[in-house]
């Protein structure tokens, strides 16, 4: 069995450092950051790690200044890779953010998968969180409205590769996915891990990794990077542009 990763960007945030990525280093330089999904395979299943971004409008709306460009819609980039979205057999939401569930319904042969608590708050949000995850409550259509799901609730082995393992902190319900590969163990961290810098060492803290600037509750926050950081051999963030680095892995 030989398991294979492919990175897909589909599009980019603007979002400021220092509030998102460094916790507090960095305030008020704005940085665009690519969104990150991952096709996992083995030759035979076809396995998606979240959706990405929504088209420039909507995410502008969110973040302005950000922006998916021509031809990166999650099915466009799928296409790139010779891979219809009827292909596809199941897709693993790392949580239920915008800019990581868009254009799910594209995939109409495909078995949703997200942590319960995620789902829970997703569908019945914090006043706070409303735009995160495009409540009804600000007159938009949230894009899992009406999809069915199912629901792990703590850490699942879904198959002999993958994984999923609770991540909470940037969200209530956050998970990550552990891939089995021939290279090693490779964490699909999502927001769990924001972008290349929080693998860094935080040197004022004393700390191997430097920890998010965006998340629901702190300490679950710092739990998980540690637990995902402890469990990779490579981690690879949802906002980073250092996955690129690498057409496929491993």
């Known amino acids: 069995m030989s398991v294979k990763i492919y990175p897909i960007n589909t599009g980019f945030i603007r979002l400021d450092k220092g509030q998102y990525i460094t916790s507090g280093a960095g305030y008020g330089q704005e940085v665009d950051v690519p969104t990150n999904s991952f096709l996992v395979t083995d030759g035979n299943e076809k396995i998606l790690v979240d959706t990405g971004m929504t088209e420039t409008p909507r995410a502008d709306w969110h973040h302005p200044g950000s922006y998916q460009p021509e031809g990166s819609r999650i099915d466009q980039k799928l296409a790139e890779l010779r891979v219809a979205p009827g292909e596809i057999d199941t897709i693993i939401f790392t949580h239920l953010h915008w800019d990581h569930c868009a254009n799910m319904k594209l995939f109409k042969n495909a078995t949703f ?10 569908l019945d949000p914090h006043v706070l969180y409303y735009k995160s995850y495009e409540s009804e409550n600000l007159d938009v259509e949230p894009p899992f409205k009406g999809v069915t799901f199912k629901t792990v609730d703590g850490e699942y082995q879904y198959n002999d590769f993958v994984t999923l393992f609770p991540t909470p902190g940037h969200c209530p319900g956050h998970q990550s996915a552990a891939i089995e590969t021939e290279g090693g163990v490779y964490v699909i961290a999502g927001d ?22 965006r998340y629901v509750n702190v300490f679950e926050m710092f739990e998980s990077m540690e637990k995902i950081i402890d469990k990779a051999d490579v981690v690879l963030t949802g906002h980073g542009q250092g996955v690129y680095d690498q057409k496929v892995y491993p």
Do not use: K, Q
């Open 113 to 122: 998968w997200v942590h319960r608590r995620e789902l829970d708050f997703a």
């Open 192 to 213: 769990a891990v924001f972008a290349d810098p929080n693998l860094e060492p935080d040197e004022h803290r004393g700390l191997s990794f430097t920890p998010m600037g």
